[in-house]
């Protein structure tokens, strides 16, 4: 089993950066990979951004990249979702997920098992 516990939203301007921590219980995370997803209200859940159990591969969704930016350290059983160049587009409530999957598959939700209770990022323009 494992418990997530998503930290770091907040209210930003536009343009600014945060930084969103995925903390997690359990001996067996460091073999998991871990996603993040977000939801604005009115929109269905989406994608954002994955990293694989090593830490050696991540895939991210196309409007992202070059902006954002996962990490994971497995010492600390926890994964970083680095935000710059937020846009008002990007406000959603995001939530981590952890599951075992192939790198081909770090995109889709259904791979996931365990998921954070999510924390609200607001980028004002």
């Known amino acids: 089993q494992v418990q997530l516990v998503e930290s770091g939203g907040g209210l930003v301007q536009a343009g600014g950066s945060l930084r969103l921590s995925c903390a997690a219980s359990?001996?067996?995370?460091?073999?998991?990979?871990v996603g993040w997803f977000r939801q604005a209200p009115g929109k269905e859940r989406e994608f954002v951004g994955a990293?694989?159990?090593?830490?050696?591969?991540?895939n991210y969704l196309d409007s992202v990249k070059g902006r954002f930016t996962i990490s994971r350290n497995n010492a600390k059983n926890t994964v970083y979702l680095q935000m710059n160049s937020l846009k008002p587009e990007d406000t959603a409530v995001y939530y981590c997920?952890?599951?075992?999957?192939?790198?081909?598959?770090?995109?889709?939700?259904?791979?996931?098992?365990?998921w954070g209770q999510g924390t609200q990022v607001t980028v004002s323009s």
């Open positions: 990293i694989n159990w090593r830490g050696g591969t991540t």
């Open positions: 997920a952890a599951g075992s999957m192939g790198d081909s598959f770090l995109y889709s939700h259904r791979y996931y098992a365990y």
């Open positions: 359990g001996r067996t995370f460091s073999s998991y990979a």
